[in-house]
């Protein structure tokens, strides 16, 4: 059973920086993409960032330049890196992959900027 358990959520400021980890059991997890969505307070869930079974990584725009996803086969763990956060990134954020067309999720974890 695929499991996806983020740690690393809690309070910043503005301009500061937390690290987000997700770790994965269950699979064979070099070979899938992994995900960080976010969902904010009224909003839709959105992807924030991906990271293929390459390491290619992608951003959405708004975080694109101060957020950085990265991944580690051996630790089977995806993070990702926010600096420069702002108010608008609070959220809870949530890892994410499919395997054989299952989508798994995380429990999520809370992020929230303010002063």
């Known amino acids: 059973q695929v499991q996806l358990v983020e740690t690393g959520g809690g309070l910043a400021q503005p301009g500061g920086s937390l690290r987000l980890s997700c770790a994965a059991s269950?699979?064979?997890?070099?070979?899938?993409?992994m995900d960080w969505y976010r969902q904010g307070p009224g909003k839709e869930r959105e992807l924030a960032a991906s990271?293929?079974?390459?390491?290619?990584?992608r951003y959405t725009d708004s975080v694109r330049g101060r957020f950085i996803v990265s991944r580690d086969n051996t630790r089977k763990t995806v993070r990702l890196q926010m600096n420069s956060l702002k108010p608008e990134d609070t959220a809870v954020y949530y890892c994410?992959?499919?395997?054989?067309?299952?989508?798994?999720w995380g429990q999520g974890t809370q992020v929230t900027v303010s002063s």
């Open positions: 990271i293929s079974s390459r390491s290619l990584t």
């Open positions: 994410h992959t499919v395997v054989a067309k299952t989508h798994y």
């Open positions: 269950g699979m064979m997890f070099s070979i899938y993409d």
